[in-house]
């Protein structure tokens, strides 16, 4: 038993025995005082009880305040003392609750409030007055009044009640407003269940908390929407951000980046430390940040993924915690990039092939003149001898020769024509045999063996002539001269696995292309050719010719076996008009 507990019963056995004995002297007391008196002790013995709460506290009062003489000295200044001291006691505990920083409610065993602090007025909207004899449940709507019916009949009659949670109090004013309460029930020395219930408004908390996360969804949208992939690790390397275009950009979910993936993972080897070298350097953009650059990222199919990076590092109390990064996809860009290339190399060919074609005009006006007066006089000169003059087989001979330097010229022109870009039925097989007359009589080729496996069966395709000629001449002459002059070459046509494409095979014997330029040899202005013997510009010409006709081109080749190159042409379909 506490020190509160034992002076309030003296103070009341004091009281109640001078009151009997004055009684019993024949003395009497008004009834005004006795009205005051039961009063007294009624609230004493609600302020007991929480004293029960306030030992708790270290708040118990004093042996020398509350305690009782041991002899009754029925003397009228002493009784006088014992109701000031009373009254004292009184006070101290209402001074106690009153300045409590939470509400305090104290409620009878018929759910009717008796006591309530400044706290709890203010809570719940209703002034002192309203609250003394309230129905404790009238402060709640009907769902918590239920949940309130529930828990008392429930509670232990012998250890009593202790709970506390968030509700929503019903204020006089009839709005709702969020409470943290914690209700607790005990019994008095007398045995009645006393209930206190102890009130925090916690309704700015909430407002803060349904900001702070209004914020945070935000904050969360914002990331999870932007076109930009967003990646943050811990200091670690522990993957915490990965948004949705992260997602698309490298292949991986979020949880299985979260999860499973290192953030060095998604580098090239050493690029990760490279980039937190530069982070915390200040040279490239401050300590902690990094301006804007191009580098590779590696996504889960362990393909290079070009990117442009802006990174920081994040702080607290000036200790890194985290770091992130911004990613944008650099590779619709930079495909557009190259077909502006392409284009523009477009344009320059066919702006050379114009100056040669007119050229080539002119050439051939000049050679085909003297040509056909050859060929005339020599047809002449024939018919001027006998049939077995053993002249005639040499006038023969050069009428052949003749026409056949006619057709080379005329070969010539034709390639070097630009001025039709018309796409119309072409037959492949004549086209490559076009390209090779054209070149298997130079000297470069004198020393290799051309082998023409060609089917005849292929259907034509959509094409412009002179340009797979410069395609074809293109690859052939590479394969010569990856030879030097010396070798053989292999040219096959077939139709494609499913029949609905023409494929060409061109083969050769040389010595074959390194690995890691397999990767960029239809690069415009690439070569592995000694300079002033190779533009760079064949193979990427070639490229984008193919392209412009829907079809593929791709390379086999290991260094020191030879090299295959595959050309695949669909046999139906539309095709962009090729350049003129």
């Keep these: 038993m506490g020190l509160g507990d034992r002076g309030n019963r003296g103070i009341e056995k004091k009281i109640g025995d001078r009151y009997n004995s ?30 029960v709460r306030a030992e708790q506290e270290n708040l118990a009062l004093s042996e020398h305040a509350l305690g009782a003489r041991t002899e009754w000295v029925a003397d009228s200044d002493v009784a006088k003392k014992l109701e000031e001291d009373l009254r004292e006691s009184e006070e101290r505990f209402r ?20 006591l309530a602090n400044r706290v709890a007025s203010e809570v719940t909207g209703y002034p002192p007055d309203r609250l003394l004899g309230l129905d404790f449940h009238a402060l709640f709507d009907e769902k918590n009044r239920a949940y309130l019916r529930d828990l008392f009949r429930r509670r232990d009659p012998d250890t009593g009640l202790r709970v506390c949670s968030e509700m929503e109090i019903v204020t006089a004013q009839g709005t709702s407003k969020e409470a943290e309460i914690c209700i607790t029930s005990v019994k008095n020395r007398r045995g009645a269940m006393k209930t206190y219930a102890y009130l925090r408004d916690i309704s700015p908390t909430k407002r803060i908390e349904t900001e702070l996360r209004k914020t945070n969804e935000f904050l969360r949208n914002l990331i999870e929407n932007s076109v930009d ?63 804007p650059f191009q580098i590779n990222l590696v996504n889960k199919g362990g393909d290079l993924i070009p990117v442009n990076i802006s990174a920081a590092i994040l702080y607290e109390k000036g200790k890194e915690i985290a770091s992130f990064g911004i990613f944008t996809d650099l590779r619709d860009k930079l495909k557009m990039e190259g077909e502006l290339r392409e284009a523009q190399l477009q ?7 114009a100056s040669l074609g007119k050229l080539a005009a002119g050439v051939a006006h000049e050679i085909n003149n003297p040509l056909g007066g050859i060929l005339i006089f020599s047809r002449l000169l024939i018919e001027d001898l006998a049939p077995g003059d053993p002249r005639r087989k040499d006038l023969e001979r050069i009428c052949e020769e003749t026409t056949r330097c006619k057709e080379i010229v005329k070969g010539l022109l034709e390639f070097a024509r630009q001025t039709s870009s018309q796409m119309e039925p072409t037959d492949i097989n004549r086209a490559l045999a076009q390209g090779i007359s054209l070149l298997e009589n130079q000297a470069l080729f004198h020393n290799i063996r051309i082998i023409k496996n060609l089917d005849p069966s292929l259907p034509p395709i959509q094409a412009n002539a002179s340009q797979l000629n410069q395609v074809f001449m293109n690859i052939i002459l590479n394969a010569a001269e990856a030879m030097d002059g010396q070798g053989m070459i292999i040219i096959r046509t077939a139709l494609g696995p499913e029949r609905d494409t023409v494929l060409i095979e061109i083969e050769d014997t040389g010595c074959g292309i390194k690995e890691e330029h397999l990767t960029r040899i239809f690069e415009p202005f690439f070569t592995t050719k000694e300079v002033g013997k190779g533009t760079g510009l064949g193979l990427s010409m070639s490229y984008g010719i193919v392209q412009k006709h829907r079809g593929r081109i791709w390379v086999k080749s290991k260094e020191g076996e030879g090299s295959t190159f595959f050309i695949e042409f669909p046999i139906k379909g539309d095709v962009e008009e090729a350049p003129s």
């Design 22 to 51: 004055k009684k019993q002297r024949g003395g009497s007391v008004g009834d005004k005082k006795k009205e005051e008196l039961e009063k007294l002790k009624k609230e004493v013995q609600i302020l007991r009880d929480l004293l």
């Design 95 to 114: 001074r106690i609750v009153e300045n409590a920083n939470d509400g305090i409610l104290a409620i009878d065993e018929g759910n009717r409030i008796e």
């Design 229 to 291: 992939g967003i990646i943050a690790a811990d200091m670690k390397g522990k993957i915490i951000i990965f948004n949705k275009s992260s997602e698309k950009l490298l292949g991986y979910t979020a949880e299985e980046a979260i999860e499973k993936v290192h953030i060095t993972q998604l580098y090239p080897p050493g690029m990760a430390k490279e980039i937190m070298a530069q982070l915390r350097s200040p040279g490239h953009g401050g300590v902690g940040r990094l301006e």
């Design 347 to 353: 344009l320059l060919q066919s702006e050379k092939m």
